[in-house]
């Protein structure tokens, strides 16, 4: 059974006592796992354990990180009382005692012990590794990662969903509250409540929610979030980025992992909807972009925007907070942001200035219509990738020069017989490849994908189009034709 001191730690976090990488597992979910054969003997099966851990060290204390289910065949177990209070003190959510080949059955005294301190003891029968034990726990993570991704996603839509409603900011809190099984409140600068949504909540808890928003208040330079507990609940409040000096406060009876997130999101919906001299035309476009994100074809919200011209702007980056994207649209002027997979899009007057933003990552399209705005997100995301293949702050689409001469239609026309040979992954891998000059390295970074892949794709682009990718003029010719897809 036992098959050595390997450890079996997962990765660790930044920092003791961060968020884990994955929601934690409760210990009745690997009880519950007949295959596995473990038995209670000490302490609750509630506990929720983070990660597995093996060790035979007599003190494992300066290896145990925290939230474990530490692991052991006692090996050099000589003291049961001193290990256990070890192990408590280094804050292990259970322990696991496999028998045989040292111990034939759990030492009585580490049961005592156990039970004294309110550890939770395992015993692993000889039939199971303790490699299948960690298993099973690693694979319950990711089923429940993926459940709270899930969780998370189908939050987002349905925020998003309440945004676009008649009466945007009751149905956002409404929606919060329901999606975080709690109460959600959006409580002026004074700390009165300006609007709320969700189920009651004890008068305890809706005080000492109404002071922990008090803590974030209007001040510069003042925190943006908060957390605490009260009236039995868990409680949090944001301040929103419109600022008036509004805060949301949420009161919930548990907070799963992705509940921060959740509430990100909120956050941002909340800012803009709330944001000061909301005119009845950004209310139309904040509305025409919802119907964006949530999949309606440009051409159907093109009549509700502004004629434009318009600059779209895609950007990666920031502080990796919440707020980030609502503190990137306001540097930047404009109300109409989303963001998705990490990449910020954003929606702004081609008149309003696009400036290099610290510690983000800009690519920007050139002036298009509202009809043109397909055409201008993919000109941003190209611009982005150049940006990041040239780690360069802020790069912008150019239509210029010698490709401005020539008419539009005409050379679309011929960019499509120029380039029907091609795949759309091929035609984008040349597009890339020819901006950046034909360096392999920045275009696999740029496109994330392998060097290797970047030459096979170009040589099969050579092979299919007949042309001989090294002669500048010919690079010239496609890159104008792809240009002017």
């Known amino acids: 059974m036992y098959e050595g001191p390997i450890p079996m730690t997962a990765p660790s976090p930044s920092e003791p006592g961060s968020t884990p990488p994955a929601p934690p597992v409760s210990l009745a979910a690997l009880l519950a796992r007949p295959d596995l054969g473990l038995r209670l003997l000490a302490g609750p099966q509630d506990v929720p354990l983070h990660w597995v851990h093996t060790s035979e060290m007599a003190d494992p204390h300066p290896y145990l990180l925290g939230g474990e289910l530490l692991m052991t065949a006692g090996v050099q177990l000589t003291d049961p009382a001193h290990y256990v209070d070890r192990v408590v003190e280094a804050g292990a959510a259970a322990l696991a005692f496999g028998v045989t080949p040292v111990y034939d059955t759990v030492p009585a005294e580490l049961v005592e012990a156990c039970e004294r301190h309110g550890l939770p003891?395992?015993?692993?029968?000889?039939?199971?590794?303790?490699?299948?034990?960690?298993?099973?726990?690693?694979?319950?993570?990711?089923?429940?990662?993926?459940?709270?991704?899930?969780?998370?996603?189908?939050?987002?839509?349905?925020?998003?969903?309440?945004?676009?409603?008649?009466?945007?900011?009751?149905?956002?809190?409404?929606?919060?509250?329901?999606?975080?099984?709690?109460?959600?409140?959006?409580?002026?600068?004074?700390?009165?409540?300006?609007?709320?949504?969700?189920?009651?909540?004890?008068?305890?808890a809706a005080r000492a929610l109404r002071d922990l928003a008090g803590v974030l208040g209007p001040r510069p330079g003042g925190p943006a979030s908060a957390s605490g507990d009260g009236g039995g609940l868990r409680l949090a409040a944001y301040a929103l980025g419109g600022g008036d000096g509004l805060t949301l406060g949420v009161a919930t009876e548990r907070r799963g992992p992705g509940d921060h997130t959740i509430a990100g999101v909120a956050v941002v919906l909340l800012s803009l909807l709330t944001a000061p001299h909301r005119g009845a035309d950004v209310t139309v476009r904040d509305g025409a972009l919802v119907r964006l994100l949530l999949g309606a074809d440009p051409a159907e919200v093109a009549g509700t925007l502004a004629p434009g011209p318009w600059t779209v702007v895609h950007g990666r980056g920031g502080d990796g907070t919440p707020f980030a994207t609502a503190s990137l649209a306001a540097a930047l002027g404009t109300p109409l942001a989303d963001e998705t997979e990490g990449t910020v899009r954003l929606l702004l007057p081609s008149s309003s200035p696009v400036t290099a933003q610290q510690g983000w990552t800009l690519g920007a399209s050139a002036p298009v219509t509202a009809p043109e705005l397909a055409a201008g997100e993919a000109q941003a995301a190209r611009a982005l990738r150049r940006a990041e293949a040239s780690r360069t702050a802020l790069v912008r689409h150019r239509a210029s020069g010698f490709a401005a001469l020539v008419d539009r239609d005409e050379a679309a026309a011929y960019a499509r017989d120029a380039l029907a040979p091609l795949t759309e992954p091929l035609a984008e891998t040349l597009r890339v490849w020819l901006s950046l000059h034909g360096s392999w390295d920045r275009t696999a970074v740029a496109l994330e994908i392998h060097r290797n892949t970047v030459r096979q794709r170009i040589t099969r682009c050579a092979a299919l189009l007949d042309r001989d990718l090294d002669d500048p003029d010919v690079r010239m010719e496609l890159w104008f034709a792809l240009r002017a897809q």
């Open 121 to 204: 003891l395992v015993e692993v029968p000889p039939r199971t590794p303790f490699t299948a034990v960690a298993r099973a726990l690693w694979r319950l993570m990711a089923e429940a990662r993926l459940h709270e991704l899930r969780r998370v996603t189908e939050a987002q839509q349905s925020l998003a969903a309440a945004a676009a409603r008649p009466a945007p900011v009751p149905a956002v809190l409404g929606a919060l509250a329901s999606r975080l099984g709690g109460r959600a409140v959006l409580f002026g600068a004074d700390g009165t409540e300006s609007a709320a949504a969700g189920r009651e909540v004890p008068a305890e």
